[in-house]
């Protein structure tokens, strides 16, 4: 059905359509509206009505990129029709980026507000993420989002906006390398959405079984499992006759050391691993069950797993620095005595596939030290090379200095160490130097393409001086704390800016990694089913390991040559086709 004769109304001649770029918008009532694009964004042919998004995608298979204004509206519809399309932009998605880009990360990034900002009108709210209960797919354009104001055509401001978007990534310090970040970004969402709907391949059978063997048999009633309720027992007598102390409630726990003479700041493990008490060891051992008891355990198992799958909902680009959250679930969090549940169909093996020392090689080709980059451009273990041309040999040393280095941990052993790999390495450690002074002095950093840290005040320096991927939160100890102050704050800024350009630009290798697999493995029965930073698990036929792992290696290479331009660094995987998750590590 023709419902116009293309362009949007707005005077302008219409140009050449951008060959395989189409628009597509809900149409108000029922149906979608689509057309082709030009170059610049705008409609360069007539507009469409087809009555779903699956009718209009499957009519139109020459089309390499759909325009949208989020995937999650469109996406579920079309995996349900057993639809993948091969590429897309999703308008609000690119809306966050380009406004951090701007300074003004953590405004409203819908279509509504987008619009809204364009016009001069007053900016919606966004809408905080919905937590799915169950796998099954929402409805087309549901009532979500958040709408436009009454008699402003969808496709109109989907296209308005998108050519605006257009304008502003031009104007980006790094227009290409804006696009390439917008791209890979928008192919997240396609691998997010389609991660959830395939889910994680789950055992619930012996998920049970490793409760019942690690917590005992549960009591009737909603009280704790058997071992649990013995830890507590053996807690209470540690404090001696007549003391009851619920450990899970960390103000008794503090007060029954605090009547044995022990002062503690907090309960945490490496704080009380300090302490010559005999309610330790017990407290220790509960901490670790009752965290399996609650973040995984019966409940858990109910809400999460349905029909031999765990669908977690992934968020990408959920935090600051560019990593992926999820909504619930825990999905990137899963502990190593729970990956036993995790188990490939019969027939199928999991790819799995961990990045080797991903950040180090990142701070390799972003501050293109040479001699970083010539010790991450072999594929002998990082952090051996590494110890080998400055610390003696000494692994565990070299690997704290680059943590240290990153993460801003730099007291102590961490400041010696920090000074040695500075001789060494002097460029590497001035790049992330420079980026803590920069954010100490309230400035922005960025990414090599362009993924911008929020201003003071937006977010993110929360989460500075965190152990990051691979330093592990006992082995680093407490977490530096900065006082209540400008000077603590502009600290704690400036450790936060230290992480981002090293950890924002991981985020960008791994949003390029992934659509570089997911184009490898489109033609295969292999599907993505779980990713987490540097980490990937591919389900797949048997037959097919071999080429998942190709596929893999071919699109960590790539990735790393799009993100950073030519570097002799190498970034790989060690990958591990198992049957089940935990005899992968």
Not at 347 to 354: F, P, Q, S, T, Y
Request: aromatic share 6%.
């Amino acid at each position: 059905m023709d419902d116009s004769t293309g362009g949007t109304g707005d005077g302008h001649a219409r140009e050449a359509p951008d060959r395989g770029r189409w628009a597509l918008a809900p149409a108000g009532g029922t149906g979608v509206r689509v057309c082709p694009l030009d170059a610049r964004g705008r409609a360069a042919g007539p507009v469409r009505t087809e009555e779903s998004a699956a009718a209009a995608v499957r009519a139109r298979p020459e089309v390499t990129r759909w325009v949208w204004r989020t995937t999650p509206q469109v996406q579920s519809e079309l995996l349900a029709a057993g639809i993948r399309v091969a590429r897309c932009y999703d308008v609000e998605t690119a809306e966050a980026l380009l406004l951090a880009h701007e300074g003004r990360a953590g405004d409203p990034r819908s279509l509504p507000a987008a619009w809204a900002r364009l016009h001069g009108r007053p900016v919606p709210p966004d809408r905080p993420p919905e937590h799915p209960e169950s796998d099954v797919p929402p409805s087309l354009f549901e009532t979500g989002p958040v709408p436009l104001p009454d008699g402003v055509d969808p496709l109109e401001a989907l296209l308005e906006v998108y050519a605006a978007q257009l304008d502003r990534t031009a104007r980006a310090q790094h227009p290409d390398r804006m696009r390439l970040l917008l791209a890979g970004e928008s192919a997240g969402t396609l691998v997010a959405g389609e991660m959830t709907r395939a889910g994680l391949p789950w055992s619930a059978e012996i998920h049970r079984e490793l409760l019942e063997e690690l917590l005992g048999e549960r009591y009737a009633g909603n009280g704790l499992p058997r071992r649990l309720v013995e830890l507590e027992e053996e807690i209470s007598q540690a404090f001696g006759p007549g003391e009851r102390v619920r450990p899970d409630l960390a103000a008794e726990v503090l007060q029954a050391f605090a009547r044995a003479g022990v002062r503690l700041g907090s309960t945490r493990a490496w704080e009380l691993r300090k302490v010559d008490h005999p309610a330790v060891e017990p407290l220790l051992r509960y901490k670790k069950l009752y965290r399996l008891y609650t973040a995984h355990g019966w409940s858990w198992l109910r809400s999460w797993v349905r029909e031999g799958r765990f669908h977690a909902a992934y968020v990408p680009g959920g935090a600051a620095s560019g990593r992926w959250t999820t909504n619930g679930g825990g999905a990137l969090q899963i502990p190593k005595v729970v990956r036993r549940a995790v188990v490939a169909d019969p027939g199928h093996l999991l790819v799995v596939a961990d990045a080797d020392q991903l950040e180090p090689r990142v701070l390799a080709a972003v501050s293109r030290d040479p001699g970083l980059m010539t010790v991450a451009s072999s594929g002998q273990d990082l952090y051996t090379a590494l110890s080998q041309r400055a610390f003696a040999g000494d692994r565990d040393r070299a690997k704290l200095a680059v943590l240290g280095a990153v993460y801003g941990q730099t007291s102590g052993d961490g400041l010696r160490n920090l000074a040695a790999l500075r001789r060494r390495f002097p460029a590497a450690v001035s790049y992330v130097d420079e980026a803590a002074r920069a954010g100490e002095e309230g400035r922005l950093v960025r990414t090599h393409l362009g993924r911008t840290s929020p201003p003071v005040g937006r977010g993110g320096e929360e989460d500075a001086g965190g152990t990051g991927p691979e330093a592990g939160t006992e082995a680093s100890g407490p977490p530096e704390s900065a006082p209540g102050n400008a000077a603590g704050a502009a600290r704690a800024r400036g450790r936060f800016t230290r992480n981002f350009v090293v950890q924002g630009s991981a985020a960008d290798w791994a949003v390029l990694m992934l659509a570089a697999l997911r184009r490898r493995l489109l033609p295969l029965a292999a599907e993505l089913v779980f990713f987490q930073h540097d980490e990937v698990i591919v389900h797949c036929p048997a037959e097919e390991a071999p080429r998942v792992r190709e596929a893999i290696t071919a699109a960590a290479e790539e990735a790393g040559v799009a993100a950073f331009g030519p570097t002799p660094v190498r970034f790989g995987f060690t990958t591990a086709a198992v049957e089940c998750y935990a005899d992968a590590k």
